[in-house]
């Protein structure tokens, strides 16, 4: 059965929060696009997974969330939405953090929702 936008966003939402990489992976298009808030762009699954990994690698106690989500279009096939994200940890033993809004681009793929892009930038959450 396929979920509802709703559904897929709750899901989506739970997993962001879980921290489990592959939870999160399982959700999004294989040839999607994740622009981050340094700047780095990844294209396609196996780069998304790879800047992932390094995160994860760089990043201790890495605590990242997602609020004030926002539809800005829902149709049958495509939607998008927008949010505020903070994320925080310690990098080489320094205290890191840093906040700000993202877009997601959702798209009904072979009956199932999954993120297509993803596009954060760094200011005032």
Known sequence: MDASLDDFLQELLAAQASGE???VLTLVADDAVYW???G??????????AAFV???????????RVSDVVWLSRGD????????????????GE???ASGRGTWVLALRDGRW?????HLSRGEA
């Open 21 to 23: 990489r592959d939870r």
């Open 36 to 38: 981050f808030s340094n």
């Open 40 to 49: 780095d762009a990844h294209h396609g699954l196996p780069a998304i997974e």
């Open 54 to 64: 390094r995160n994860a690698e760089a990043i201790e106690g890495d605590d990242y």
């Open 77 to 92: 096939t495509a939607a998008a939405l927008r949010f505020r994200f903070a994320w925080s940890g310690r990098v080489k």
């Open 95 to 97: 205290a890191v953090s």
């Open 114 to 118: 999954r993120v297509v892009h993803e």
